[in-house]
């Protein structure tokens, strides 16, 4: 696999990725394919599904929807399962909050190029870049 760039993949790229209309959606949804189609390897953890299922819901996207865009996700993510290490690192991070903490720990073990992520106020002092779908594309 060398010379496949890695990216963890944040909750909200996950819904942008596959709910229309949402900002950057179209960018997200192509990064997301290149991910299928195993030009890039994406990472999420089991939690960041539970947060997909309760926002997308929140977005009007019904229940089976929601489960087919699950099986989807997990057919084409590699699942990082985190442990006490990941939870240690994310408690002692200066991120803006616990979800982001966890992110950028599972990044940091997984060892990824990117977090692709649109929130700006995360991830700004994590060893691994944050880069927009947008920005990711362009490079």
């Known amino acids: 696999m060398t010379g496949i760039d890695k990216a963890y993949l944040d909750t909200n790229f996950l819904v942008d990725a596959l709910i229309e209309d949402r900002p950057q ?4 949804f192509e990064i997301l394919a290149r991910i299928g189609e195993g030009a890039l390897l994406g990472f999420v953890m089991p939690s960041q599904f539970i ?5 997308c819901r929140k977005c ?3 229940d089976a929807a ?3 865009s699950i099986a989807l996700l ?3 993510c590699a699942v990082f399962y985190p442990n006490r290490e990941t939870l240690e690192i994310a408690l002692n991070s200066d991120e803006p909050d616990f ?6 720990a ?7 190029d990117f977090i692709i992520s649109r929130d700006a106020k995360a991830f700004a002092n994590s060893p691994i870049p944050r ?7 362009q490079r």
Do not use: C, H, N, T
């Open 51 to 55: 947060d997909f299922y309760y926002i």
């Open 74 to 76: 997990m057919d084409w």
């Open 66 to 68: 929601r489960r087919k």
């Open 25 to 28: 959606s179209k960018q997200a």
């Open 106 to 112: 599972a990044a940091e073990q997984v060892g990824v």
């Open 131 to 137: 880069i927009e779908p947008a920005d990711f594309l």
């Open 99 to 104: 979800e982001d903490g966890m992110i950028r």
């Open 60 to 62: 009007g996207m019904d």
